[in-house]
């Protein structure tokens, strides 16, 4: 299995790839990149926008990571990416009838 980072709801899973797929889509950010937001506390898993880049492709979200990227939460500690490129999974939670996205 390749490289898989964890913080809280948050997984990363390294995928192998050396160039973006055809059709992603670079999302907008302004600062910083957010990959899930705390319900209660407003607290936030992102990383600096100047050390990665989000896309959108296939219903996946995909970070690249750049040299330096590091995911910061203020209730986990840092995590320092390797360069490459990940799929963002966000944890599920069975809801009856359903699945939703869990929230901190």
């Known amino acids: 299995m390749g490289i898989q980072y964890r913080q809280g709801d948050v997984l990363l899973v390294k ?3 050396d160039a973006l797929p055809q059709g992603a889509v670079q999302q907008d ?4 990149i957010v990959l899930a937001y705390g319900e209660v506390t407003g607290h ?3 990383i600096d926008a100047t050390l990665a ?3 959108q492709w296939k219903g996946d ?4 990571a750049k ?3 590091r995911l910061v939460h203020e209730e986990h500690n ?3 990416l390797e360069p490459g490129y990940y799929r963002v999974v966000q944890q599920r939670e069975y809801e009856p009838g359903s699945y939703r996205t869990v929230i901190d």
Not at 29 to 32: C, I, K, L, T, Y
């Open 61 to 64: 979200r995909l970070l690249e």
């Open 53 to 55: 880049s989000m896309y």
């Open 78 to 80: 840092p995590i320092d």
């Open 67 to 69: 040299v330096g990227a």
């Open 15 to 17: 995928v192998d790839l």
């Open 29 to 32: 950010v302004d600062g910083r």
């Open 44 to 46: 936030a898993h992102a």
